[in-house]
């Protein structure tokens, strides 16, 4: 069983159902996917949780793969506003959802091994190889990120993929300080961060399990859809998700999930006429 955890309101819908294909397209193991959602609609109105005829729909999609595959929602509404609400990062560089992966070890039943994924991500290979990675002495395990690591430190990681041992991560109290960290100090990064100075041990490895930047590379397990940084013709941004398929093509040059897309417009339509 391949434990994974993904984060997000009502609008990660379309990369939840995109990324779950492409997972479920290439794992033979059951894929066993919990989303934390909230809602926080206080700070804007579109702030409303994953509702339950999207998780559904995540259900029959990933179930057409492997019938003990299984998508769960977990609303953490109460923590999050018991712990964060007003707090110094709540208006982060992204969202308050980048926040609840934080409260991983709080939820009864949650497994000892557990991989979180940002929800702009698609598998290119089989999960597994990078799930059963051991993490055993390790809090978790993780992919330098990629502009950070020169900016900020040289072991400092992209938090989008987190391998996380949770009764290690129980034992260090990793998540504890983490949160602590979060209500006391701002931070530019502050999920990322806080989880990378309250470490205590990490495995740092190969840029295969989270590719920022060549969405061809060969070998790639775990490609990654974040913002990226240009420089020509002009220093700018670009940040195109997967579910931007148009996009991907033009700007990115990426083709290797053509087939995972398909079925993700293919399954989205069946999803809007059935709504």
């Not at 919990?34 to 259900?59: A, G, H, W």
């Not at 700007?251 to 006429?273: G, I, P, Q, T, V």
Request: charged residues 30%; proline residues 4%.
């Amino acid at each position: 069983m391949v434990n994974i955890l993904l984060c997000g309101n009502e609008k990660v819908f379309d990369g939840a159902l995109s990324e779950l294909i492409s997972i479920t397209n290439k794992t033979k193991e059951p894929v066993n996917c919990y989303i934390f959602t909230m809602d926080v609609s206080r700070i804007k109105p579109e702030y409303t949780p994953i509702n339950d005829t999207q998780v559904e729909f995540l259900n029959k999609v990933v179930k057409t793969k492997n019938v003990e595959n299984k998508v769960t929602k977990v609303d953490v509404t109460d923590i999050y506003e018991k712990e964060f609400a007003n707090c110094k990062n709540e208006n982060a560089y992204c969202t308050p959802y980048t926040l609840l992966r934080l409260f991983a070890d709080m939820i009864p039943g949650i497994p000892d091994k557990l991989l979180y994924l940002d929800i702009d991500m698609m598998a290119a290979d089989d999960i597994s190889k990078l799930y059963h990675i051991d993490v055993e002495d390790y809090e978790y395990a993780a992919v330098k990120e990629k502009y950070g690591c020169w900016l900020i430190r040289p072991d400092y990681i992209n938090a989008g993929m987190l391998l996380l041992n949770m009764k290690k991560i129980k034992e260090t109290g990793l998540l504890e300080k983490a949160r602590k960290r979060i209500k006391e100090k701002k931070m530019l990064f502050a999920d990322q961060s806080a989880i990378f100075y309250s470490t205590t041990k990490k495995k740092l490895i190969p840029r295969i399990y989270n590719e920022q930047s060549k969405f061809n590379r060969n070998g790639t397990v775990i490609c990654h859809f974040c913002k990226r940084l240009m420089i020509l013709p002009y220093p700018h941004t670009e940040n195109y998700k997967q579910w931007h398929v148009d996009e991907i093509h033009k700007y990115l040059k990426c083709y290797h999930f053509d087939d995972d897309l398909k079925e993700y417009l293919d399954a989205k339509k069946d999803f809007l006429n059935v709504k």
